[in-house]
Every structure is written in C-alpha cells, then in structure tokens.
C-alpha cells in the first residue's frame, strides 16, 4: 500500500510527487529520485497541492540537490501549496540564507523563501 | 465529560470485581499446585490491574493496598516466596476487603484491612515495604512552578540518533514542542546528508541548534527530549539568565561562539583574524566552517541581543518615572473630584432622589478609591532617607572623636513624598544632635559602664492616619537643670516658674538654643532644633521627647500619612466656614457666659479644673456679625499646649482636600490653607501652631509662663 | 481527515478513558483488549489506517512487548509512533519497550492531560 504517487511529465523534465512524502515512503522516493536524475540534466521536482511532507523527505530533496550538484546536473522545486510545504521547511529549521558548503553555485533548495 | 467520567468509574468498578473473582479461582488452583505458574501469573495481573485503575480513577485506598499484595505476588512470581496455605487464606481475605473498597472507595480501612495489611507485610522484606506506591510526579511539579518568572535563555544542540525514525519519532514534532516552550530560534545542521547512492532515507541525519527563552525551566526542556534522550546527542547550556543579567545587551562575539560550540578551533580563528572582511564569510570561504554553523552562531547573538534589549526595555516600563508635577495635577484633580462628589452627595440628599442617591454611594465608593489610590502612588518608603544618614554617622562620630553605630527600624514604612523631603533636614539636625551632645565620648561611656560604641536608632511605623518616626540614642540624656539655666538666661523663662519635664524638654526647640557653652563646629551654630520644630509645624505634626538622665533620649515626631487631604472638623463663623485638623480636636465644649464674666474678661476657660487659654476666632479674623448666644469651643491640643478656638458652630467631620493659597494669602496668619466644600463655597484650613502661639502669646502674662515655641 | 488512534489494554475502564478524552480532541479511537485483538485489526485492510498506538504492557494472551515488536514487522506501521502504558516505572521496563521499538512510555496511573500531552507529541 502506497499512498503516493510520482508523475513523470513527457519531456518536460518535471516529476510530479503528491501523497504522503514520509518516512514511510522514503526508500521507495529515493529510487524515483536517483531514475529522475539519471535520465534528466535539469530536474524540476514538483510537490503538488495535496503533498505531505516529513524531515526524511527533505532529507532526500538535500541529497538530491548534492548529488545534482556533483553530477553537474541542476534541480529547481515547483511548489504548489507554498503555504504548507514552507511551514514544513521552516519547522524542520531548514530555511538558510545561505547555502551549505557543497552549494557551489548557489542552488540551494531552503534559500530566503524561494521555493 | 462528567458522565463521561461515572460510566468509566462504574465499568472500573465492574471490571474490578471480575478481576478478583479470577484471582479468587487462581487463588483456589494455587492452594491446589503451589508451583502453579499460570496462576501465579493470573493473580499478579489481575492485582496489577485493580491497582492501575484504581491509581487512575483517584481511589487510592485500593491502589494502595492493592500495591502490597501485588509486591507479594511480585516477589511469588520471581520465586523469592514460596506461597503457603497461611498466604493464600490471607490473599482471600485480601480480595474481600479490597471488594469492600470498591463498594466505598474513599471510607477509612477499617482494623480487619489493616490487620491483613500488617500479616502481608511480614511477606516482604522491610525495604519493599517502604517502596512508594505509584506518586512521584506532584513534587516535580513545585520545582518547575518555583522556576517560573524566571526567563533564561538555553543553548541547546541536538543530534538524534539515526534510527529515531524507526522508533516512530518524529524529530520536528519535538522541535515544535519546544517551540511551544518560548521564544525560539533553530537551525538544521544538513551537512551530514550523503548524496543518493549512499543516503538511507530512513535514516535520519539531521542536527539542530536551538536557542530557547523560557521560564519553564531545564526540566521542561528535558522532559521533551525524555524518550529518546538516552540514544541521542543533547546537550543543553545555559547562554543568558534574567536573574543574573547582563549588564548590557552585548553579546559574545562570532568567533567566539564558534569556538565555544566546537564549530572552529583557535587556531581556525586566528589565521582568519587579520583579514578585513567579516570573520564568518571568510571561515565559510576558507572552508573552516560550514555555513549553517555560522548562520546558527548569528542567529544566536541576535536572539539574544534581542531577550536583553527587551528585558531592559521592560525593566523601564515596570518602573515608570513621572515628573512630580504630574503627580500634583492628579491628586489636585481627585481634590476637585472628591468636592464634586460631596456636592453631588448633598444635592441627592437634599432632593431625597433614592435613585440618584445610590448612584451619588457609588460615586463616593469610587471616588475614595481613587484617592486612595492616588494618594498611595505619592508614597515613597523612608529607607532611602534612612540610608542617607549612614554616611553622615560615620563621618560625623569620627570627627568627635566618638563611636557610634546606627539602627534602623521600618524602613519600608512609606509616607508622601513631599513629607519624605521636608523631613530630612529636621531628621539631619535630631541626629546631628544625638552625635554632638547626646552620644558621649567612648572613654566617658566606658566609665558609666555603657559600650565604648553608641548606638542611634531611626524607627518608622504607621499609626492610624500618622507615621512615626523615632530618633533615639543610648547617650547622657538631656540635662534638665542646664536647659532650664540656659532659658532663664535668655529670658524665655522666669526663675522660680514650675514646669512639667515636656515643657521642659520643648524649651530645646526655641530658636537658638544651645546649652553647650562652647558651640561645636557640628551643631550650635545658630542653627538649631528650632528648624526641626518649624517642619515639623508646617507638615502639621507634633514632637515629643523622652529622656533619662543617663540613659538617652527618645524624639518622637507624629507626622500626617499625606499633605494633601486631611480629616477636618468643619466649624462655622457668621456665614464663614472653616475646617480644623481631626488630628489637633481635643473635645468641643459650650462656652458659658457666666464663665466668660467670672474670668473677668481674660480669655482663660476652666475645663474640668483646668485652665486654658481661648481666643475668638471671629475676632482673630475680624469677621462681622453678633455671635449666636450659646458659642462653642474646640479644643486643640498641639504639642503640649491646649488652646480653645471659639466659633459659632460644629458642624461635623469634614474630609478635605487641601488647596494651597495664593501668595496674596501667605501673610493671613493662622491659615493654611483652603478647601472648596460639597456646594462650592470656601473653607479656610486653619494653622494651628500658629492660632496656638497668638492665643499663648496673648495670654502669657496672666498665665505666667512664657516660653517661645 | 482525522487522524486514528488505536488503544490496547485488557481493562475496559482504562480504553473507555483513553477513548473519551482523545475523542474529545477529534481524533478516531479503535480498541483492542489484548495484543493479538490489536494485531488483527491492523493487518485487517478494512479497517482505518492506524496513525498512532496506545498499548498496555502487561496484558494476557499477547503482551504489550510481543505486540510492539510484532507491529515493527508490518511495513506500514514500521514508523508508527506508538506510546506504552505502565504502571511500571523501573528504567528496565522502559528499555525492553524502547528496544522493542515503542516511541514512548506513560506511566499509570495518568491524567487524561497527561496522556493528551504525550499523544500530541507524537502525532501532534
């Protein structure tokens, strides 16, 4: 039983993720994290309206921006429901204004309030 | 939730009744198989229960004794007890009395539970007796209540351990409930986050740093951290605290945070200093640091930067200093609201208007309050004053060569703040005096058995509408004979006169006396108590003094709460009103005519065989008119002196709100003031002293004592 | 959606409890009375999914220990938060809970703000 639900979009790079992004679900997000970056350059991770997420979720949307990074490829997040996804950042004491050691050039995820 | 409440205490009461009649039968197939394990377990669990629910739903006689015999069974089950008929018979009796418990679960045992209680006892080893029942959490409670109020400011870092997740925990819901613990701040160490093909996203690789105002206390900051404090990383300190502030709101610096927190070492730290950027860009540069650190470090100084610039902001605000002005313009607009309300009084008393009568009570209740209030702002406690005078001791004793220690008594005692600064002069002379001729040399003082050190005692205390206020010594006392020399001497007394140890003492008070004949260089230089009697006049108080020979002397100053509203008698004169200090009535008597002429016109009254001095106050102020024919007298008493004052009529207790009178007014002797009454006419506030000195003056000859006052 | 909480415990006085004050807060209460009743209504897939676990410790047939360890084995409920209830405070206790993977403990006998606190912690 898996309440959630990746959405690939045809050609448009974009994976689509909605449901419950948890812990429960966290081994099974890795493997369509490590699939999505192996076939695009340019990621766009889309959290849609209906998402839950928990700190292993972004724990993963962390080591998947490094990974980018080393790969030389990028990944930009499109959140839907703003509101509820910064709330989740915010308490889990991701929010940054600056990006860590390995953000090279300045791509970090929990910048200022960009997502 | 009420109901709610008894069907879950009657499904417990059920439940428990079907718990002891299994036990029962256990019991029953234990007789029958000592080493019968499944019973011995059954009988355990079902004591166990009854104990749990019986904690839960506050019948504590049942979870109490449940816990003994549950002990037992503990004890029965680990084999340490070897169950014998004896036992059995007295866990049967056992599960009647806790049946009758259930039927009242807050009766007192009665002596057949406590019998079986005491040979359950014998079962177990004297320290599992004293084991506490289940009731350790109230006592944390007081510890934590006793912290509160007191805001302190905690560095926390916290590292959980990688498989909290499997454990069902979700870090952030703690984070949240430290945020519902106060001001909070965190940061999320993301560094150790593997990319993913090594990442476990079960496991968990996040830290924090977190800087936590509260007044809860460690323990609640703890107690949120309880079930995974064991496998993880916590470690919490103490970074500010409102007991021990600060005293600016400057904080650590960057690096030193750093360093503090293990973030960079010195070494890392130094080799950044010389450069001319700020210290955290260049470590993140140099890849000393990792940048959430220095955020985290940042984050730090401001939060606290911020608790300190409030808890100053906030010290200012429960403290508000107001210029004494706009203290005066309050209490003169409650002086007008207290006339307004008397009018108001009168008016429906005068109309017999029930209605506007109740609402004229309510004014007043509000409008007593309100001065009440008021006048409480203006109070100030004496201590400061008291303390001022330490200083002056020391140097003063030294100076004459003698050894003095000051006491002081009441000094939270608290009166208005204009009688707390016309008092300090008079104040400094009565100990000026007590220092100069009241303490006497050590070697003196040795040689007449006392101390070689003298002791000054300052003492305030409220007494009805007055304070006290007491300046005593342990000194010589005043020498009776050397005053009375000294007054013949200046003429204030005649030789031969008789008079009274206070008239006596008062004499001190006059203007520019001084028995010592050589005048010290501390007191006795023209200045003399006789400023003390002038304040103490003008604040409308009184003096009196005790003294031995010997063994020192006690000054007393009565002194009025307030300059701003007095407890008056209001008189009238012809169609004037004035209002006489409560505090100076003595009595009010009628003058008889036929008194009038024995004393063959000399304004002199015989009151119960006494004589005392009168005047006409319509006379004193040269009001018009023929007096009523039966005038009445008010006798006033000021310091030791009684004067009568002659007026028309008594009308009754008045309280008044002092209004000060112009300068046109200050040379009217023998007034000091004025109130505005309840219909809006004028009343004169009458000086006493003053009316006292014309009256005695007045009458000196024919009384044959004369001093100055 | 609310979230749903199950709660174990042999003594229906204690469950009634548990059920009363959590479902004042909004919250679905499933019961069980024992660990195996409790185990058979998670692996049941008509029944609600279960958000949270309140289990007692000491309970016949299977125990609270037996039933923990055994809730780990069933992938959805492996990160459930779950809290145990017991009268006993020994630091043992705890340790055979926690090993057996309870999120935390509650000792009886508790007031129902006790048991609303702990829950929220959990669940929030």
Sequence with gaps: MSDFKVTESDGGGEIVLSGSLTIKNASKLRTKFIDALMKEDNLSVCIDADAGVDLSFLQLLCSSHRTALKLGKSITLRILAKANFLTAVENAGYTRRRGCARDNNGTCLWLGDRP | MNEDYEIIIEIFKEEACELLSEAENSLLELEKAPGNKEAISAIFRAFHSIKGGGGMFGFNNITSFTHEIETVYEDIRNGKIIPDKELIDISLASCDVIREMIKAPHAEPDENARDILASLRKYLSQEKVVTKTPAESPKKAVTTEQESARMVTYR???????????????????????????????????????????????????????????????????????????????????????????????????????????????????????????????????????????????????????????????????????????????????????????????????????????????????????????????????????????????????????????????????????????????????????????????????????????????????????????????????????????????????????????????????????????????????????????????????????????????????????????????????????????????????????????????????????????????EQFSISGIPPAIEQIVIVKHGGDQVGLVVDNVIGGHQTVIKNLGWIYRSAEGISGATILGDGSVALILDIPKLLMCALNEETVSLNFKYNI | MNKTIMTVDDSASIRMMVQFTLIDLGYDIVMAANGKEALEKLTNKKMPKIDLLITDFNMPVLNGIGLIKSVREIPDYKFMPIIMLTTEFQPEKKFEGRQAGATSWLVKPFKPEQLVAVVKRMIG
């Excluded at chain 2, 007991?243 to 750093?258: H, R």
């Excluded at chain 2, 939060?303 to 508000?320: P, T």
């Excluded at chain 2, 005066?328 to 017999?352: C, F, I, M, P």
């Excluded at chain 2, 003390?532 to 006690?554: H, M, N, P, Y």
């Design chain 2, 156 to 618: 926390i870092r916290f590292r959980p351990f990688p498989g909290i997740f499997a454990t069902g925990t979700n870090p952030v819901l703690l984070l949240n409930e430290l945020r519902n613990l106060g001001e909070c701040c965190m940061i999320a160490h993301t560094d150790e986050i593997p990319e993913l093909d090594e990442i476990d996203a079960e496991t968990c690789y996040t830290a924090w740093d977190v800087i936590l105002t509260t007044s809860r206390g460690i323990d609640a900051i703890k107690d949120v951290f309880i079930f995974v404090e064991s496998e993880s990383e916590l470690a919490i300190e103490i970074i500010d605290d409102s007991e021990n502030p600060a005293e600016n709101s400057d904080y650590k610096k960057l690096g030193e945070i750093l360093i503090e927190k293990r973030d960079i070492t010195q070494e890392d730290l130094e080799s950044v200093l010389g450069e001319r950027r700020l210290i955290g860009e260049v470590l993140i540069d140099k890849g000393l640091v990792e940048p959430a650190c220095v955020q985290s470090a940042l984050n730090e100084q401001e939060h606290v930067r911020q608790i300190r610039e409030n808890r100053i902001r906030a010290d200012v605000i429960s403290n508000i200093k107001v210029p004494s002005d706009k203290l005066d313009k309050l209490v003169n607009l409650v002086g007008e609201l207290v006339t307004v309300q008397a009018r108001l009084s009168q008016t429906a008393a005068y109309r017999e208007d029930t209605e506007l009568s109740s609402i004229a009570e309510e004014v007043e209740r509000l409008a007593a309050e309100l001065r009440d209030n008021t006048m409480n702002i203006r109070l100030l406690p004496i201590g400061t004053t008291f303390s001022k005078f330490k200083r002056l001791v020391r140097d003063l004793s030294k100076e004459l060569g003698k050894e003095v220690e000051m006491t002081t008594d009441g000094a939270d005692t608290e009166l208005d703040k204009t009688v707390i600064e016309r008092l300090s002069d008079p104040l400094l002379h009565l100990i000026r005096n007590c220092i100069d001729h009241g303490i006497e040399l050590p070697e003196v003082r040795e040689s007449s058995g006392k101390q070689r050190k003298g002791t000054i005692n300052l003492f305030a205390r409220h007494s009805g509408p007055n304070v006290l206020i007491q300046v005593s010594d342990d000194g010589e006392g005043l020498d009776k004979d050397a005053i009375l020399a000294k007054a013949s001497e200046r003429g204030s007394i005649t030789a031969g006169q008789e008079l009274s140890d206070d008239e006596i003492y008062s004499l001190i008070f006059s203007a520019g006396f001084s028995t010592t004949s050589n005048a010290t260089k501390i007191s006795g230089r023209g200045v003399g108590l006789d400023v003390v009697k002038r304040a103490v006049d003008f604040l409308r108080g009184s003096i009196t003094i005790e003294s031995r020979r010997g063994a020192g002397t006690t000054i007393t100053l009565v002194l009025p709460l307030t300059l701003a509203i007095i407890e008056g008698l209001l008189v009238t004169i012809g169609e004037e009103y004035f209002v006489l200090p409560l505090s100076s009535v003595e009595e009010c008597v009628e003058l008889i005519q036929k008194e009038v002429s024995e004393t063959r016109g000399r304004h002199i009254l015989n009151v119960r065989g006494k004589a005392v001095p009168y005047i006409r106050l319509r």
